[in-house]
C-alpha cells in the first residue's frame, strides 16, 4: 500500500519553506503530533523549493502538522486527510503564517527544538545517579 501527499509548504512572505518538517499525524490541535503516542506518524523533509512527498502511509485519518527550523510555532492544516491504498492527494501550496504580534525585540535561544545553545553544567557528584555514571555516549 502505497500512499502519497504532494505539498507545497509556504512561509508568509511566501517563498518556499527550505527544509521544512512536514507529517501526517492522527487529527487533533496544533502541536498535539508531540503527544500523540496511540496513532502512526508519517514525516518528511521539504527540498530547496518546499515541495515534499510522503510514500508508503497506512491508510487513514490524518492532519497536515509542520514546523520549520529558527521559525517560532507550529502549523497545521485543517483539511482532514481520508487516505486509502493507492490514492495521491494534492494540496497545493500551504501557507504558515508565524505566531508573531510584531518585532521580536529579545529571544532567549533559537526556536530549532533543541536546547543547544544553553549550558548545562555536571552535576555535584553527591547528588549523580550512579545508574548514569560511566556510560560511553556521554
Known amino acids: 500500500m502505497t ?4 505539498l ?9 519553506a527550505d527544509s521544512a518538517y512536514i507529517g501526517l499525524a492522527a487529527p487533533g490541535e496544533k502541536g498535539s503530533w508531540q503527544s500523540e503516542s496511540k496513532g502512526y506518524q508519517f514525516w518528511t523533509k521539504t527540498d530547496s523549493n518546499g515541495i515534499f512527498q510522503i510514500w508508503n502511509v497506512l491508510p487513514g485519518t490524518y492532519n497536515i502538522y509542520g514546523w520549520v527550523e529558527s521559525i517560532l510555532g507550529d502549523y497545521k492544516n485543517e483539511t482532514i486527510l481520508n487516505l486509502s491504498p493507492g490514492s495521491s492527494t494534492d494540496l497545493g501550496d500551504l501557507i504558515y503564517e508565524p505566531p508573531k504580534s510584531g518585532p521580536t525585540i529579545w529571544e532567549i535561544g533559537v526556536p530549532d527544538r533543541t536546547a543547544g545553545e544553553f549550558f548545562v553544567p555536571d552535576p555535584t557528584p553527591k547528588y549523580i545517579n550512579r545508574l548514569y555514571v560511566n556510560h560511553p555516549e556521554k
Open 3 to 6: 500512499e502519497m501527499v504532494v
Open 8 to 16: 507545497r509548504f509556504v512561509s508568509a512572505q511566501t517563498f518556499p
